[in-house]
């Protein structure tokens, strides 16, 4: 060969995905039924994989490729296997970074969020990601919102969303109400630094407590669930099992609890028990009560002060009579966030102040002082406790500090030494000290004295959770709307002011497409009047629209529904097309969004079902949740300022080496410190494997897919290392998705490629072997590289689409090694590694062991006591 002919060999087989890319994916892009699911009839099992959808910011970093590329590879992988996959992308487009953007750069947040999802859908496309686009999900156009405010009627007249006043989380940043996943360790999830305010307002919910045994008892279902996922999930929803007990307030200190106190403390109580969910209101005509929720109401002889959250009502009514204790009490309130702001709120110095008010036990009549104290939370329980030191360790800090008396009423079965107080034990423990429940065991006693107090009108047995009913009005501009107007004249059964649900004919309710955002005054949608001033929908009179919009995790509570039935203009989705795919076989996203969106779709999932809308119970049979990719020390997002752009990875690398790195770096559930070198070493070994695959690509072409009928000595190395690596892959993906060790599975097959590659040219190799070797290697890099998969597919003479190509089927007898090594141990430590036949006899091993030149030296003249054989795995011997 001369020296030109050299020359351009050596240029047509340099690895060079800026040609290659861009042409696979223009055939690609010309092709929009490529990654479509087929129809429900097409005989192949149905594999629905989804990671979760982007918020659309603008652009994409290496945390969102690393979370695609994952997703991507599966996908693949599934169609290779055989499977009609689902495989959508969409936008999560509401929100509030878009009405920030609008305020700052002074563009509609519309234009503003749709020239993102161009730039976003562009930079996806570049990077070869699998989607579906004629599935595609906007959730910040009509087509898809009118089916948040159709959910929103329907749960409205199910009685699952109200409207109601009370205590919620406001974000002074947002400007706007948060639901209480949304605050995280007493701040913002938008804003770490921001502390979250309570505040009294009249919102919308919607009852997601009415779910919360099933969402509780379903983790147990969710096998393919991480367990930290279901962990957070079970802590977060917090059932507790106890008794609410109420307690009658005697505000005079001087006068026995007969009379009940002022009018203005009971229309405050009222307002603490509209403020909570689920929690019987057991207030009596006669006199007004403190409700207090405890899991042991065996100790409630023990009782020796009730205590209040600085918050709560009763509270705050006994400050309006009391000057000096209204000073105290907002000590105790600037403590507590001074808590929230340090993050440390368990471990709070417990302060207090006496009330100089009296509540009764409703038990033994007793009259005990009511304290308001700074460790109790207005939000947690019913925001007011009985006090029982001697058998609380917080309890018992609090007495002790003040001066309050401590009693013993639990104690150890009889016989057992009397422990110390506090004593906190149930098991083995009786009642002491309680009339008449003497004696019965703290279990026993818990249920006959919840009995005993339902029956008697004063309490009952119940069960609280942590979880609160979702908080979905925002007082900002972008969000849908949400569909309820307030009849200013009333008609029959509804007074002036009431509340009017819009019919189906009526959505959706549009955004109107000009509007002057501000933060202040509320939502904007307020100061339109052609949006504000309507017609009630029953009587045709005057009415004035509601002007908050939704929280924005609605948006995505049932987004993958839609992907099953994105046009459908008449429904949400299709029966029968979402029965067919879900549950979804595979969810993929962070976990940061445990407790928040992951809970969400759970509970819209149990209301569709509900309303005979699809069959599941859950929305994904199977999650993932990726680790971060870190940079700089801190995670990569556009708020710390440490992004990495794929578009200058893939100018100077590639999109394959960028999403190929992503996967090898670090497992895929751990976190990958972000290293720009990383890639370049992804790209030169796709430029090995390009330079091998061109080299041998006509004798693969002429070899077509024949098997090596006489195989050489170097054939049998090389397939026996090719199908362990088809071997450990398939593993990989069936669950383990160890996609780094598969990877380097690939590279190691590589080296011993070119390692033979002298003895292959000598012909010592036959073409059959090399051509299947080839032809596997390509198909091993499809779902990790597949436009440089693509590219090898067509020069290699592959027929069809390459990730459309059957997954390489492992042959176990030649993935079987003819020999094994087996480390050799003498009492304990490792001597020697010996080879033996793979497969070999207990017997055998063991005679081999014994006959290694370094294990006779290190037990001669000692005694074999004995051989420990563990066939495959080790040999020890014990000797003396």
Not at 93 to 103: D, I, K, M, Q, S
Not at 323 to 348: H, P
Not at 420 to 433: H, K
Not at 560 to 587: G, H
Request: charged share 25%.
């Amino acid at each position: 060969m001369s020296e030109i002919e050299t020359n351009a060999t050596e240029r047509q087989a340099r690895y060079n995905p800026a040609e290659i890319e861009p042409k696979w994916q223009a055939r690609w892009d010309a092709d929009p039924a490529l990654y479509a699911a087929e129809g429900h009839d097409s005989g192949k099992p149905k594999f629905y994989c989804l990671e979760m959808l982007p918020y659309p910011s603008g652009q994409l970093h290496m945390g969102h490729v690393r979370n695609y590329a994952i997703g991507d590879a599966l996908a693949r992988y599934m169609w290779m296997r055989g499977y009609n996959v689902l495989h959508p992308m969409g936008w999560d487009a509401f929100g509030l970074p878009a009405e920030n953007a609008a305020l700052k750069n002074n563009t509609p947040p519309r234009e503003w969020t749709l020239q993102n999802i161009a730039a976003m859908k562009k930079q996806m496309r570049r990077m070869g990601l699998s989607y579906d686009w004629s599935t595609e999900v906007t959730t910040c156009l009509p087509d898809y919102y009118r089916w948040n405010q159709w959910f929103f009627v329907k749960m409205f007249e199910k009685g699952l969303a109200y409207r109601k006043k009370s205590k919620v989380n406001w974000c002074p940043d947002c400007q706007t109400v948060l639901a209480n996943e949304q605050v995280i360790n007493g701040r913002c999830w938008r804003h770490e630094d921001t502390l979250v305010e309570l505040r009294d307002l009249t919102q919308w919910f919607l009852r997601i407590t009415k779910y919360a045994d099933e969402l509780l008892d379903g983790l147990d279902k969710l096998e393919g669930w991480p367990e930290k996922v279901r962990t957070m999930q079970r802590n977060w929803i917090g059932r507790s099992e106890g008794a609410l007990v109420d307690f009658a307030v005697d505000g005079d200190p001087g006068k026995k609890a007969t009379a009940g106190p002022s009018t203005s403390l009971r229309s405050a109580q009222d307002d603490t028990y509209n403020a909570r969910d689920d929690i019987r209101n057991a207030q009596d005509d006669t006199c007004d009560v403190i409700t207090v929720f405890t899991t042991r109401v065996d100790t409630i002889f023990g009782a020796t002060s009730v205590q209040l959250a600085p918050e709560h009502a009763v509270a705050k009514a006994f400050a309006t009579e009391d000057a000096a204790l209204a000073e105290k009490i907002e000590a105790l309130l600037a403590e507590q966030k001074k808590a929230r702001e340090a993050d440390d709120f368990g471990a709070i110095e417990k302060h207090g102040v006496n009330t100089g008010r009296f509540a009764v036990n409703p038990f033994n009549g007793e009259r005990v002082p009511i304290w308001v104290g700074n460790y109790i939370l207005a939000d947690y329980g019913t925001g007011a406790i009985m006090s029982v030191p001697g058998h609380d360790e917080r309890d018992f800090e609090f007495a002790l500090k003040y001066g309050l008396e401590v009693r013993r009423v639990i104690a150890p079965e009889s016989g057992a030494e009397v422990p110390e107080l506090p004593f906190t034990a149930e098991g083995d423990a009786v009642l002491i000290n309680s009339r008449e429940w003497d004696g019965l065991s703290c279990v026993e006693a818990q249920q006959k004295m919840a009995a005993f107090a339902e029956k008697n009108g004063f309490g009952s047995a119940t069960v609280t959770y942590r979880l609160k009913d979702w908080g979905v009005s925002r007082q900002r501009y972008w969000g849908t709307p949400i569909p309820m107007v307030y009849c200013e004249n009333g008609h029959a059964g509804l007074e002036p002011g009431g509340v009017v649900a819009l019919p189906e004919s009526a959505l959706p309710v549009l955004l109107p497409a000009q509007v002057e955002i501000t933060q202040e005054g509320g939502s904007p949608l307020g100061r339109v009047a052609e949006f504000l001033n309507t017609m009630c929908p029953v009587c045709g009179g005057p009415a004035r629209r509601e002007t908050d919009t939704m929280d924005t995790f609605v948006d995505s509570s049932w987004y993958f529904y839609r992907y099953t039935d994105a046009k459908n203009e008449t429904a949400p989705f299709e029966s029968d097309k979402a029965n067919y795919w879900f549950p979804m076989d595979q969810y993929i996203g962070g976990v940061e969004h445990a407790i928040l969106h992951l809970i969400y779709s759970r509970f819209w999932t149990k209301v569709m079902r509900d309303l005979g809308m699809i069959k599941s119970d859950e929305p994904a049979e199977r999650l993932f949740t990726q680790g971060m990719v870190i940079k700089d020390g801190a995670k990569m997002s556009k708020s710390k300022g440490n992004v990495v752009s794929p578009d200058d990875m893939i100018a100077r690398y590639g999109a394959d080496a960028t999403r190929m790195y992503s996967l090898f770096a670090a497992p895929p559930d751990r976190d990958l410190e972000w290293q720009e070198e990383g890639v370049a070493g992804i790209s030169r070994f796709l430029g090995r494997v390009y330079r091998l695959t061109t080299k041998y690509a006509e004798l693969t072409r002429e070899s077509g897919v024949a098997r090596a009928a006489n195989r050489t000595e170097i054939d049998q190395a090389l397939l026996r290392r090719l199908h362990q690596t088809i071997a450990k892959m398939t593993l990989d993906f069936s669950g383990r998705w160890h996609f780094n060790t598969s990877i380097a599975a690939i590279m190691s097959l590589v080296n011993e490629i070119v390692a033979a590659e002298v003895a292959i040219d000598e012909g010592k190799a036959s073409p059959a072997a090399v051509a299947e070797i080839v032809r596997n290697l390509v198909l091993m890099l499809a779902p990790f590289a597949p436009f440089f998969a693509a590219e090898l597919w067509e020069q290699i003479g592959g027929e069809g689409i390459v990730f459309r190509t059957a997954w390489p089927v492992v042959d176990e007898e030649l993935a079987r090694e003819d020999e094994i090594e087996i480390p050799v141990q003498v009492n304990g430590k490792l001597v020697n590694v010996i080879k033996v036949a793979a497969g070999s006899e207990e017997e055998a091993i063991k005679v081999a062991a014994l006959a290694d030149e370094k294990v006779m030296a290190r037990i001669v003249g000692k005694t074999v006591v004995k051989v420990i054989v563990v066939p495959g795995k080790l040999v020890n011997l014990v000797v003396k």
